[in-house]
């Protein structure tokens, strides 16, 4: 008898840490399975290629708000319907007005990280729709799903959540946001950028940044060894291609402010109307999700205070 009533308890332990262990499986199945619908709802068809100014885009707004409002995302005082419009002058002259979708989480600091994705894509080219899976309709889906992350999980920086409207007009969406942001230019500590984290056969995910901001480094630590996080794209002596203004977080940079962006290297459904859903990698597609959840993660955990770059120390 005195043995049994020994064994009952180890034995609850074990269950109740099993029951624990699939319940968490359970939600980690959920999340990505809603990670990937994202992908694929934003890129149908029905969104007409997403371009600025287009019933499509208006689309992925109304879709992106909806999610915002259903996790709590808060909206700023000065923006509560989550749109920041703006207005600027193409090409051709004409004046087009293009939509940012911003929400926030309040957290223990005042000072905030800036997580970003761009919604638009190139619209439709007679009957060719270009539907931007990985351009960026991936960057979105993973912006929502760390929404959802933090919604259960309140950060220590105020995370603002900015959707980006006609990046692929000249990076016009965040440059209206870092013209006139919803809050003091100083609170904000750090942009995290995603443009293109679909799309890569050799599990290979890059992080520009920490060139010009090197003790960003040490937070780039991921335990998922399927994605290899690369350095690069931004140092000038390696002769790559220089991202650091090619996407959202040029507009951040111009105004020093620190910046990672994650993204991958062009391949040949870039730009074309075979960006389709069909044509992703969602295995890569999820683990770099993974992955870059797991970085800001480190961000948001590892300072006891105050996100601090030392500019003294800032490689030109």
Not at 10 to 19: E, G, P, Q, T
Not at 50 to 65: V, W
Not at 257 to 263: C, E, N, S
Not at 284 to 294: C, D, G, P, R, S
């Amino acid at each position: 008898m005195p043995t049994i009533l020994k064994t009952i308890p180890f034995a609850f332990l074990f269950f109740i840490m099993s029951c624990c262990a699939s319940v968490k499986q359970q939600d980690d199945q959920q999340l990505h399975a809603t990670l990937l619908n994202d992908l694929k709802t934003l890129s149908s068809d029905s969104y007409e290629g997403r371009k600025t100014g287009t019933m499509g885009a208006q689309k992925a707004r109304t879709f992106i708000i909806e999610r915002f409002k259903k996790l709590g995302i808060q909206s700023f005082s000065d923006h509560p319907d989550y749109l920041q419009a703006f207005t600027f002058q193409t090409k051709d002259s004409k004046q087009l007005t293009g939509q940012n979708v911003l929400g926030y989480i309040p957290g223990k600091l005042k000072e905030c990280v800036v997580i970003s994705a761009h919604y638009d894509h190139l619209g439709t080219e007679g009957n060719k729709i270009f539907n931007g899976a990985d351009d960026n309709a991936s960057g979105v889906a993973a912006l929502l799903h760390f929404a959802e992350y933090f919604s259960k999980n309140p950060p220590n920086f105020t995370l603002i959540f900015a959707a980006f409207d006609a990046e692929e007009m000249g990076l016009r969406g965040a440059k209206a946001f870092v013209d006139a942001p919803p809050l003091a230019l100083h609170q904000l500590k750090l942009n995290i950028n995603m443009d293109m984290i679909a799309h890569n056969d050799k599990n290979e995910l890059y992080a520009s940044g920490t060139f010009a901001y090197p003790e960003l480094k040490k937070y780039i630590i991921t335990d998922h060894p399927p994605i290899k996080i690369i350095l690069g794209h931004d140092d000038p002596k390696t002769g790559q291609e220089d991202w650091t203004n090619q996407s959202d977080q040029g507009a951040f940079n111009a105004k020093n402010i620190p910046f990672l962006y994650f993204g991958v290297e062009d391949h040949k459904d870039y730009h074309q109307a075979t960006d389709d859903y069909e044509n992703i990698n969602q295995k890569f597609f999820v683990n770099a999700t993974k992955a870059i959840l797991e970085v800001i993660k480190n961000i948001d955990g590892k300072f006891s205070s105050k996100l601090q770059i030392d500019k003294n120390k800032i490689m030109k």
